[in-house]
């Protein structure tokens, strides 16, 4: 697996990992204790026996991590971008070779930062052993053979899950389509039979009897064993700790921000399961009971976007639909790719270099298995920037392109900075940059770039906002339960016997959905969603939702717009381009609160920017959930 500093594709297969990565030159584990750094062994105080380390150590140590990061990271982001785009026997050798080389340089190097800990350091010295410290994502023991054996699993489920065949009327179906056909399909049978096969992936053994779930609980036992060794109580709590604060309390502000936007969600719910239940009747959605979850027009019932005409308000539908206009105006990947450029530029961002255009990989290709969930790479720590995907050309994919590009924009911003600080300010942040750019992807936007003829008048608001409440809203609760599943596995609260049962229970509390048949325990239903088997960390997108709104207001406040937020486009307005650009320069340089007040002027992640902008849509539905019964 991967360490933290070391590759950074954001949203990439399993092996790689997502923040920037890991550490410096090499020397093993078993050198760590007595080998001095180079100022040690000049500096007359080091011969000194038992004189601690010094400062000039520090920055001894802190300057070969960095030298090997980005020197090993750059091998290791090609070797993981070749096996991407081109799985196979040899390239998931390749990138497990690199894995395991990685995963065992960042351990010895996190073991290493340990020796400073009693030192009085300036803050940004400081700032990097924490950063190098937590550089694994998934950390494995330093005993010999687990780091091979942590990359070889992991390796083994990412591309299970990419390569997992699905038949259906006995044809081979394209994953991406099934993913589509969940949106389209109406029939409830046919449903229930995609979202069933989808998950058998997850339990299906390969020729040596591994499964996704038989692999998952192996990783999980090697992760909280290096995990430990590091002095963090488990996997979960080294994931927590990444937000310069206690884990404890980054769990607590998890629930402090789902309690902010909870009603959004909690009146949605209500409004949509009426509507199904209009549209099935009552034995298929009754009325008391969580939401069946394949009928909410998406694989894993995240976002309901599928089902925007059954939810859109009378009266009030947008009048335009995105996919069909992108069809009809001849768009395709590339286009929506350019359209998605424009925007940053329009802001003052400089064009995406040539190679990315050379290199990217736009569309599937034919002839080979690659991991189409999308993902956006720097592969040298300066502008070879590429995105990954399997681009269709509809509303879904043209919102992904731009989330992709903000991660690309984000990585070029902050490339003079330290390997060691090239990462989101929090995960959150990464996430929330391309999809601030979205929500500024308003139908005054889509006329001047040519993509509608007329702008819906205000009487098309509550259309407009319930589009985006079926994104954005819908998302909340499972962007905030995957990863309470994910921390309740690594403290060994769930075990493989309970994994299917926990998922359940939090699928059951926080969204208020229920599987279309019952799940017995042999099931690993979270195996099914691509950020399980690939190590992804899953709580950066909660986050993202909220800060995507946070940031949005605050740009709109930069731009002087006065309106409701939800018309407010933030296009071609250079002033916020160049605030923007204030917080994204800074990489991780200093703790997030700083960059959140570069750029908003306030120093706490808040929801409340989020209920503004759907303010007017959770009127209506309250209006028109009274006298249901809500909940479930
Ligand atoms: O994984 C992603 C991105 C890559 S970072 C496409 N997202 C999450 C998901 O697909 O589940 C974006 C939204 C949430
Ligand atoms: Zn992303």
Known sequence: MTKRHLARPFGALAAVSILALTAACSRDAADTETTATNSAATAPESVIEDAGPTEADAADFIAEVEKWTREFGEYYSRVAWVQATYINYDTNWLVTKADTEATEKGVEFANEAKRFNDLDLPTEMRRKLEAIKLGVNLPAPSRPGAAAELAEINT???AAYETGKIELDGKTVPRSDLEVMMGEIRDPAKLQEIWTKWREVPVTADADGNTIKSDYAKMVKLANEGARELGYADAGAMWRSRYDMDPNAFAAEMDRLWGQVKPLYDELHCYVRAELNEQYGDDVVPLDQPIRAD???????????????LAAPEGASPAYDLTDQLVAKGYDAE???KTGEGFFSSLGFEPLPETFWERSMITKPADR????????????????IRIKMCTSVNADDFRTVHHELGHNYYQRAYQDKSVLFQTGANGGFHEAIGDMISLSITPEYLKEIGLIDEVPDASK???????????GVAFLPFGLLMDKWRWQVFSGELTPETYNEGWWNLREEYQGIRPPADRGANYFDPGGKYHIPGNVSYERYFLARVLQFQFHKAACDIAGWEGPLHRCSVYGSKAVGARFNAMLEMGASEPWPEALAAFTGSREMDGSAMVAYFQPLLDWLQEQNEGRSCGW
Do not use: Y
């Open 156 to 158: 083994r489920m990412g």
């Open 295 to 309: 009928l909410l027009g998406n694989m894993w019932a995240q976002t309901w976007g599928g089902l925007n005409d």
């Open 335 to 337: 286009k929506i790719v």
């Open 369 to 384: 298995e690659v991991a189409c969930h999308a993902s956006a790479w720097d592969l040298d720590w300066a502008d070879d």
């Open 461 to 471: 608001d509550l259309g407009l906002l319930m589009n985006e409440a079926m994104e």
